[in-house]
């Protein structure tokens, strides 16, 4: 997998208001609904409103497993994890948006709950490109850019270690971006506060046969590396 398509499937659930929620129901079967989704930021963690009576809090309370689907034109993103109802005020103020229709309490309506997928595995289909992979995998940094070198062609053409591995040298002589952040003692891009230097831009942007598409797509991962950095 690329970062490309990483920053392509972000930005279609940032876009995204309704979903397909799948859960486990009494007889070990799929059972799949409609759902609005609230403010999702990226694939890692999404969140949408429910009652606590509701058939699918009935059902992940016996089992938490759950997916989640998100499809825009020929688009398709399946995210697979386990869920977690939340009910204290905090996160209910959080996330409320206004349902009075459903919950005429408001936030403090003792059936209004959160439901947050906490995504472990994904599927993709974008712009006739597939990809799957866990969460843990892409976790793992793989540059100081934010390319993920395990899916670049060049690792096995070129017989390319990747700039970690090598300690700022791939395949085509010394990179200046690895050798900065190594400079710094940074791990990758995403731990620096000039992200994006211009350095970085010029490679993510403005490069129009090697950067990315769309634009800033590495900055992307190095923005989600950097969050779970900080959540550790």
């Not at 919950?103 to 059936?111: A, K, L, Q, S």
């Amino acid at each position: 997998m690329n970062a490309n398509i990483f920053a392509k499937a972000n930005q279609i659930i940032k876009n995204s208001t309704d979903a397909y929620f799948g859960v486990i129901d009494e007889n070990g079967c799929p059972s799949v609904s409609t759902v609005t989704v609230i403010k999702p930021e990226n694939i890692f963690d999404v969140c949408f409103s429910t009652g606590l009576r509701s058939n699918k809090v009935n059902r992940l309370q016996k089992d938490n497993r759950a997916s989640i689907c998100f499809h825009a034109g020929g688009d398709n993103i399946t995210l697979v994890g386990t869920a977690e109802i939340l009910t204290d005020q905090e996160t209910k103020n959080k996330y409320w948006m206004g349902w009075t229709d459903h919950f005429p309490g408001g936030e403090t309506d003792p059936d209004y709950c959160i439901i947050k997928l906490t995504v472990k595995r994904a599927s993709l289909w974008i712009d006739s490109e597939d990809a799957a992979f866990t969460v843990d995998k892409l976790m793992t940094i793989q540059s100081y850019c934010g390319l993920l070198c395990d899916g670049c062609t060049y690792k096995e053409s070129h017989g390319c270690g990747g700039c970690v591995e090598t300690k700022g040298n791939p395949f085509h002589g010394e990179c200046p971006i690895a050798k900065c952040c190594v400079g710094k003692g940074y791990l990758h891009c995403g731990e620096c506060a000039d992200m994006p230097c211009e350095q970085l831009r010029q490679y993510s942007y403005d490069d129009a046969e090697h950067g990315d598409k769309p634009p800033g797509a590495r900055l992307t991962i190095c923005h989600a590396w950097a969050m779970r950095g900080k959540s550790k």
